[in-house]
């Protein structure tokens, strides 16, 4: 277990807002620690997929302190960025994965980005799909894929790279639950290896499977808590191990 | 362009290879490739053209830079036929001068005479025609050469005039040099809209693949790697379309010189394109293939440095 002053992620007092609406999400303040895993909760339009942008750099806060890996990510000079996003795998709500790609070249690339050699790359990928069931499908355009392939497709790429954080938006939305059980399985895997792993989900289930997560509630763009009480992890957290979820 | 294309097609995927194949490699079908040949095309002819008019010039300059044309003006014949020779024996003796030829009474005769007529009844000998002689100086026919022309000539002949053969084209010169400024000028214009088409294409490409761009920077990807992608498409298109435009240019380029050739006049002659002219007129596509290539990558790293 890593040290609570080792702290992976930051907020304080983030807020976001589009143009000049009013904010999405106001008054953020957490922590998150290295190798923990965490659920985040809340209502649809609560403001998680808003919440996990910001976690993976893709938008910047309009007000608000944001330390990611130690750095201050709010005055990271842009050049810096990739290096900052290649420690993070995205598994985005919608997917996103790119058409004119194979399924097997979508899964790469995070690694070809890296600059990973083509001999590198071809095991650990087709390793990758066959765990996630889509061994026979590494040819396949995203377009010929069905919604609960193409999100393992997602998923593989997000975790291909061993990220040291990974973030999920909703990744077992479109998946039987089988299958969402066998993804969860993956994310703790990855989490047993020291990936620190987020996961924005609905899903009472699947938060009830992972009995040593973390769980953060947001609601109307605020962590529930404002006080911090509940506030994840505790401040100082017990060093045997994680809070036990709260009821949902 | 079918087997052109095929044959480009299979050199982008050897060049792919080891490559973050980030974007879908653009194909032979848009406009770019034959927009940069029209371009490419047009500044061959453009090029070539200017650098047949400096041959010409050139060509020119050399034959006529140490001539010098003396006329003796006298009207009665004796006289004149005195001076000349007074005058052609001086030039002799002079250290600077190469050559003295008096043009000979035929020649006289064949250069008036479409003016004034070969029918029956002309009588062209009759017309008092001032004697010329040719002088060939050792160099250019500077002024102070002139001065000193006139100074051994003068007492021979006080009435003869002593120009240098450079002057009497010197309008032509300027006009050659005109001629050469707006085929540079063209040049100039063609540049320009290349970067401009170049330009488009690459902000159209942008827009078209903003989605995949924005999943690439997600994934730790660097504007240069995907600026990379862009140069390489342009790259490719640049290429066939330079090529294609060098093959149109030089096949306009020869038309052209046979029908000039036709007219046999003696300072087009001179206007013909030697070896470095070649050289210069091959670099043509590269320098496109370069420009639009640059072009490219500025366009796309301005564009991605506006996204996160």
């Excluded at chain 2, 006298?74 to 007074?86: K, M, N, V, W």
């Excluded at chain 2, 000539?153 to 084209?169: F, K, T």
């Excluded at chain 2, 043509?284 to 366009?299: K, Y």
């Amino acid at each position: 277990m890593s040290q609570p002053d080792a702290e992976i992620v930051q907020f304080d007092n983030v807020g976001l807002r589009y143009g000049t609406g009013k904010e999405i999400l106001a008054d953020i303040s957490f922590t998150l620690y290295p190798g923990r895993f965490y659920f985040l909760t809340g209502a649809s339009g609560a403001g998680k997929t808003s919440l996990l942008k910001l976690l993976y750099l893709s938008q910047r806060p309009s007000r608000g302190l944001i330390r990611l890996f130690g750095t201050d990510a709010i005055t990271l000079p842009r050049e810096r960025l990739p290096g900052f996003r290649r420690r993070i795998g995205v598994v985005f709500q919608d997917f996103r994965l790119v058409s004119h790609l194979s399924a097997f070249d979508n899964v790469a690339l995070p690694l070809r980005v890296a600059g990973v050699s083509e001999k590198d790359i071809t095991r650990p990928v087709s390793e990758m799909l066959d765990w996630v069931g889509l061994g026979d499908r590494q040819h396949a355009r995203p377009a010929t894929l069905s919604g609960g392939e193409q999100q393992r497709v997602a998923i593989a790429r997000a975790v291909i790279a061993r990220p040291d954080m990974l973030v999920a938006d909703e990744p077992t939305g479109n998946v039987d639950p089988d299958m969402a059980l066998k993804l969860l399985r993956l994310f703790e895997s990855l989490n047993r290896l020291g990936t620190t792993v987020v996961v924005a989900t609905h899903d009472v289930h699947l938060i009830r499977k992972v009995p040593e997560s973390l769980i953060m509630r947001l609601d109307k763009g605020r962590l529930s808590d404002p006080t911090g009480a509940l506030r994840y992890p505790p401040r100082r957290p017990a060093a045997t191990g994680a809070a036990a979820p709260p009821p949902l | 362009m079918g087997f052109l294309s095929a044959l480009l097609q299979r050199w982008r995927g050897s060049a792919a290879t080891g490559d973050p194949r980030l974007l879908p490699e653009a194909q032979l079908t848009g406009p770019m490739p034959w927009v940069i040949a029209i371009m490419i095309a047009m500044t061959v002819v453009a090029a070539a053209s200017g650098l047949a008019l400096r041959n010409a010039a050139s060509t020119a300059s050399a034959d006529l830079e140490g001539g010098v044309t003396v006329q003796i003006v006298t009207a009665a014949p004796a006289e004149r036929l005195r001076q000349s020779a007074g005058v052609l024996k001086a030039l002799r003796a002079a250290p600077e001068v190469a050559e003295a030829r008096q043009v000979a009474q035929e020649e006289l005769n064949n250069l008036v005479e479409p003016w004034l007529g070969t029918r029956p009844g002309d009588d062209v000998e009759a017309l008092p025609i001032p004697a010329l002689i040719d002088v060939r100086l050792k160099g250019a026919a500077t002024p102070s050469r002139l001065a000193a022309l006139r100074a051994i000539i003068v007492p021979e002949a006080p009435s003869a005039r002593v120009d240098a053969q450079a002057g009497w084209l010197a309008p032509v010169f300027a006009a050659i040099g005109a001629m050469q400024w707006m085929a540079g000028g063209l040049i100039a214009l063609l540049a320009f809209a290349t970067i401009s088409a170049v330009l488009l294409a690459s902000r159209n490409a942008l827009g078209n693949h903003r989605e995949t761009i924005e999943i690439v920077h997600m994934l730790g990807g660097t504007d240069r790697q995907i600026a990379r992608v862009f140069q390489r498409s342009m790259a490719f298109d640049a290429a066939a379309g330079g090529l294609a435009g060098l093959l149109l240019g030089i096949v306009t380029i020869v038309a052209l010189s046979r029908q000039f050739a036709g007219l046999g006049s003696g300072m087009v002659a001179g206007a013909v394109l030697r070896w470095p002219d070649w050289i210069v007129i091959a670099a043509i596509p590269l320098a496109g293939v370069g420009l639009a290539v640059l072009t490219a990558r500025l366009t796309v790293l301005a564009a991605l440095r506006r996204m996160l």
